[in-house]
């Protein structure tokens, strides 16, 4: 049952904590449960539409895989802003660092996330990642090989 939040940068951390989490484990259903689909992703690179459990599960792998190559140990995000738009959306922006060991693996990054309430739980339906020193990490957001819409 999802629980009760105060702010919306409640709801945001609780969403940052869920897909950072399953991403660094490799838990790809727990990261699942965490989109509405479909799902709008953008970057400086282009933009896509996530209409699949399997279209998401290509940026899921390739994103890992890009983590990987990076030699990321550790992922650190936090919301930066977190409004209401109404009472079932919220805009909200965060920004990660990734971590090699004691080394930033690249430049931190922000994102600016669309959050929906599905009359159940809370949902991002969009995000928008300003990655602009990191090629390889929007070809991996943007499904690594794959078409973008």
């Known amino acids: 049952m999802q629980q009760n939040f105060k702010t919306a940068k409640d709801v ?22 965490c989109f509405q689909l479909p799902y709008r992703l ?11 459990s399997e279209d998401l599960r290509v940026v899921f792998d390739a994103v890992r895989a890009h ?9 650190f995000r936090h919301c930066v802003e977190a409004r209401f738009r109404d009472p079932a959306t919220i805009a909200a922006t965060h920004e990660t660092r990734l971590i090699s060991g004691t080394v930033i693996t690249q430049e931190p990054f922000a994102v600016y996330s669309i959050l929906e309430h599905t009359g159940e739980k809370w949902v991002i339906t969009s995000s928008s990642y ?6 390889d990490h929007n070809s991996a957001l943007l499904g690594a090989g794959t078409s973008a819409d």
């Open 42 to 52: 953008e970057t400086f690179e282009g933009n896509r539409v996530l209409n699949t």
């Open 130 to 135: 300003a990655i602009g020193d990191r090629e």
């Open 12 to 33: 945001s951390e609780h969403l940052l904590e869920l897909t950072g989490g399953a991403l660094m484990a490799g838990d790809f259903e727990l990261f699942l449960t």
């Open 67 to 75: 983590y990987n190559k990076c030699g990321v140990t550790q992922m």
